[in-house]
């Protein structure tokens, strides 16, 4: 699933579903690329076939993000889920509206236990929230964003070394 162009199609079919050629125009890349890309998120369960339809003469295969699984529950953090966030990061920030708002942040903080449970809570919400409003890719009345979040607890060295470096704090 690390892998940008995966990233991106779980976003695109979340809101509606999409065939390997419509994913193809989407993201600009080759039919054969995005076929093999959404086989390896069917494996995964990540997508679901959400209608089979006619077209050209041929069986048009038409996938869905699987819903209640959403990237904020993978726990596993590997650096490759990370370098594909950022550069998806990367490749949208290119693509920013000029003069549009948005939001923009960094953090590293020492919070308490409590706090950083309610922030997560919080941020989950908004997130499904988001991801509840989305439309299929160019409806009408809607306007394209871009979101990367990746909020974590970090290791710290020790508690010790806190405690000892009034910087730290």
Known sequence: MAHPVRLRMLSLMW???LSAAELSRELDISHALASQHLRRLDAAGLVELSEVR?????RERRYRTVHGTP??????????LAEALARNLRDRAARRAPG???????????????????FRTRMAELLADLHEAARAP???GSVLLGATVMAFLVQADTAEDAEEDPDAR
């Open 138 to 140: 160019h409806a009408p």
């Open 15 to 17: 809101a509606a579903p």
């Open 71 to 80: 990237l904020s529950d993978r726990q596993d953090g590997t650096p490759l």
């Open 54 to 58: 006619s077209h050209r003469g041929g």
């Open 100 to 118: 549009q708002e948005g939001v923009t942040s960094d953090a590293e903080l020492w919070v308490a236990p409590e706090a950083w449970d309610a």
